[in-house]
T-cell receptor, first 111, second 112 residues
């Protein structure tokens, strides 16, 4: 079942700008993960944030989690053309050992 | 994508035909998954296996079958009962439970 829903669905930005994507979910989660997918390829894990964490960083990535609003955001700072991809959030529900993926955000970084 | 090999990259199915998608891994992971991805959509779980000789249906298992005879291999058969098989199929493995999935590079299945 699909739980994570990303917003906005498509984003086009200039190289060097920041890109922000949001993800909302409906029920209590164990953790939330973000993945990147280049066109025609498999997904690559970017970052995991646990339900008791509020913010996490990895390189140019910053993820926040607000469990009271059931939402997460992914910020990519100083974007590069190579960041052009689709970005998916995925949640692990409490009592369920499977990931539920959102529909994805397409990000285009214009050189 | 390293460590997980999906083949073929592109596959064409004739009406009424069964086709098998291969997924092989050398990561020594117990859990393996098959997902289907349609354009503009997220991933939907077809089948998963947490250990050799055991597998469970996911959310959209109808028209598909799997086997898990070896730890390294988790082939997916798209049967003739699957009336709308055109999609991008992704295989994944999981090391630590619920922590991170590793994906193969996918197989694009189309109907002739």
């Amino acid at each position: 079942s699909q739980q994570g829903e990303e917003d906005p669905q498509a984003l086009s930005i200039q190289e060097g700008e920041n890109a922000t994507m949001n993800c909302s979910y409906k029920t209590s989660i164990n953790n939330l993960q973000w993945y990147r997918q280049n066109s025609g390829r498999g997904l690559v894990h970017l970052i995991l944030i646990r339900s008791n964490e509020r913010e996490k960083h990895s390189g140019r990535l910053r993820v926040t989690l607000d469990t009271s609003k059931k939402s997460s955001s992914l910020l990519i700072t100083a974007s590069r053309a190579a960041d052009t991809a689709s970005y998916f959030c995925a949640t692990v529900l409490y009592g369920n050992n499977r990931l539920a993926f959102g529909k994805g955000n397409q990000v285009v970084v214009i050189p | 994508d390293g460590g997980i090999t999906q083949s073929p990259k592109y596959l064409f199915r004739k009406e009424g035909q069964n086709v098998t998608l291969s997924c092989e891994q050398n990561l020594n992971h117990d859990a393996m998954y098959w997902y289907r991805q349609d354009p503009g959509q997220g991933l939907r779980l077809i089948y998963y296996s947490q250990i050799v000789n055991d597998f469970q249906k996911g959310d959209i298992a109808e028209g598909y079958s799997v086997s898990r005879e070896k730890k390294e291999s988790f082939p997916l058969t798209v049967t003739s009962a699957q009336k709308n098989p055109t999609a991008f199929y992704l295989c994944a493995t999981e090391g630590v439970a619920n922590e991170k999935l590793f994906f193969g590079s996918g197989t694009q299945l189309s109907v002739l």
